[in-house]
C-alpha cells in the first residue's frame, strides 16, 4: 500500500516553512518562501508552487492526504488567518489587515484538505507530540519569536476557545500603561518579551546609562536582534546582561500569572529568543517563584523546546492533517 504522508506549513512573518511529514513523525523533505510580499495573489502563488514542488518530490515515497497550517492569527474552526498585522499580503486595499480565507484559498490551488491553526497552537502540537512535553496532557507553549505567542493545552487538547483564538498570552498586560503594542494595547508582554521587546530594552538601557561602554552602540538601534544582544553578552558586556535579566523578570511575573489560570505540569519556552536561555532563566524563575501561589511554589517546570525551530511548528501543523 502507498505510504500516507502530510504537509506542514508554518507561516511566519518573515518566512514560510514547508515539510512533508511521513507517518513516523520525520520531516522527509522541506522548503521556506518567503512571507514578506505585499499581494496576497503573489503570496498564494509561491505558496502552491512550493507545496506543488514538494508533493512532486516525495510521491515515490507516498501520497500527501491533507495540509496542516499553523499561522498568525490562524482560525482553527474558520480556516482563515484574520487581522495579522505582521503579515503584508494580509492587508485591505486601504492598508490595513483583514480576514484571508487561507484554507479555501490553498485547497482551491491543491484540491487537498486544509486545517489552519495558530502558529504557536501548531507549535504547542509539534511539542506534545515529538518534543519535551511528550506525554504531557496540561502544559502552556509560549514562543518568543518576533512577537510573543502562546498554546495552551489543557487535558491533552489545545484549548480554541468560543471563537477560535484563545492563547492570545502575548497581549496581556506585563507592565500597566507600559510600552505600546502594535496590537493597540499598552504593555503586552510582546512588547518586552519578544525579539521587538528586547531591542527596545536594549535602546532603553543604553539611553538611560550614557556612560556604560557597550558593544550595541556600534550598531543600528533600529537593527539590534535578540543574537546581537547575546554575542554582547557572551563577550561580558553588563547592559547586554541586563537586557537578558529584564526580559527574564517580566516574562516570569507573566509565567506566574499564566499558571493561576490552567495549573499547567510544565511552561513550554521556544523561539529565537529561548537561546539566550543561560542569561534569563534563573531571573525568570526567580521572578516567577516570588509571584507564586503557595500551592504551586517550586512546581511548575519552565522547560525548553528540544526540537529545531522549524520543526516544531512544521510537525504541528502536520499533525493536524492526519
Ligand atoms: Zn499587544
Redesign the pocket.
Known sequence: MEKELVMGIDVGGQSTKLGVVNAEGEIIAQTVISSLQQELIDYINELTKAIKGLIAETNKTGKVKGIGIGAPNGNYYKGTVEYAPNLKWSYDADGKPTVVDLAALVKSFTSLPVTVTNDANAAAMGEMAYGVARGMKNFIMITLGTGVGSGIVVNGEVVYGHDGFAG?L??TIAVRDGRQ??????G????YCSAMGVRRTAQKLLATNPEAKSPLRDLDPENISSKDVYDAAEQGDQIAIDIFKTTGQILGRSLADFVKFSAPEAIVLFGGLAKAKKYFHDDLVAAMEENQLQIWKGRIKVLYSSLKDSDAAILGASALAW
Not at 503594542?181 to 499598552?186: E, Q, R, S, Y
Not at 503586552?188 to 512588547?191: F, H, Q, V, W
Open positions: 492570545e502575548g497581549h503594542c502594535n496590537c493597540g494595547l499598552k503586552c508582554l510582546e512588547t
